[in-house]
């Protein structure tokens, strides 16, 4: 399938079994995810696809004559390291993609907890590298009106669980930028609250000119005069009666999303850096979850 053929069908579970079929290796060439063609890189001509019983994947590229190698289909591909069968990790992709529930993946494509831990590492990976290769700029004066537009921050503080006998848990600080009317944002893990650790942080994400809105926290009394800056005192109310566009309602429901779905795949003794990127990578491109990951996966394992 072209980019746009991705991008542009509507994938629902009724769309991708039509796709998947009963060949789940046309399906995963289809999509892009392993070779449809292959090359001898000692003699440079094309291989021809053979049928393999013993397989389980049912082909291999057949060798050419006078080379011997027949490299598994899945060969240079997202899935080349693993032998679980092409329909497995195909279905498991797809439930990643539609935000199901790690532990019903794995009743649903019945694999085992090891290897359902392994592969949703995998996936984040492929979002975090996405981030990593796409960095983005919130902020900035609005083209066509001239008026600065709105981004606002905020740090919270994740997975502090209070156990038997009072016992409490620390958590660990995320600071987050969010533009309004926008799927921009931004996250990252702070050690401090401090001004010497977010100013840095914002100047980096925001673009000067930007109208920025936080809560009273000390630390961005700091911000630099490039910047419009309302805040909202949290302790007198939610959202500034003289002026209701100065509020952080859009930040706070950005963090209790995030929070939700977290809840149902991690805690903090398996949180990683690469749930939290996950969460920012679903999050900037709302919706269409699978396509994008489709594509993240073909740009990186091309």
Known sequence: MAVPEIQQRRWTFATFG??????????????????????????????????????????VWNFVRPCRSSPSVRKGSFFEKSRLPLRKLLNLLFWWSMGMPQCQIMEEVQVSEHTI???????????????????????????QTQIPKEVEIDESLFFRRKYNRGRVKNGIWVFAAVERGSNKCNLIEV????SQTLIPIIRSWILPGTRILSDGWAAYDSLPPMYLHDKVIHQQYFVNPADSSIHTQTVEGFWYQIKKRLRRSATID????????????RRRGKGHVFQRTLLCIREQYN
């Open 18 to 59: 039509e796709l998947l079929g009963s060949n789940e290796f046309e399906a995963a060439a289809a999509l892009g995810l392993i070779g449809n063609t292959s090359h001898c890189e000692q003699c440079n001509r094309a291989r021809v696809l053979h049928k393999r019983s013993n397989n389980s994947d049912g082909f």
């Open 191 to 194: 050690e401090k609250r401090d």
């Open 117 to 143: 831990v392994d592969w949703m590492s995998f996936i984040r990976e492929v979002c975090e590298k996405n981030l990593y290769d796409n960095p983005m700029l919130l902020g900035d004066i609005d083209d």
């Open 270 to 281: 398996n949180l990683s850096h690469s749930h939290l990127m996950e969460e920012l990578w």
